[in-house]
Nanobody, 116 residues
């Protein structure tokens, strides 16, 4: 059974930093790993950052230059370093992994709250 477990969320003041981590367990090699977030009152999750098996990374325009995604394939982990946090970054952040069979997996989410 494949599980994704996030950690590292919390409360931080605007301008501060947080690092989110996600560890995958189970027999799987992910093609794509990434982070999504769901802001308060919004029904849809927003793609924040993605890392592909070939090393390519993509970012939402709203986080470019502030967030950095990294991946350790040996440990099957993905992290998100978030700097210069803004109140509008407040959301539940979800780790996501897509296997080579295109099966998608989600973590349970971790709350990030940025106070002004």
């Amino acid at each position: 059974q494949v599980q994704l477990v996030e950690s590292g969320g919390g409360l931080v003041q605007a301008g501060g930093s947080l690092r989110l981590s996600c560890a995958a367990s189970g027999r799987i090699i992910f093609d794509v790993m990434g982070w999504y977030r769901q802001a308060p009152g919004k029904q849809q999750r927003e793609l924040v950052a993605t890392t592909y098996g070939n090393g390519r990374t993509t970012y939402a325009d709203s986080v470019k230059g502030r967030f950095t995604i990294s991946r350790d394939n040996a440990k099957n982990t993905v992290s998100l370093q978030m700097n210069s946090l803004k109140p509008e970054d407040t959301a539940v952040y979800y780790c996501n992994g897509v296997g080579y069979s295109s099966t998608r997996y989600w973590g349970q989410g971790t709350q990030v709250t940025v106070s002004s």
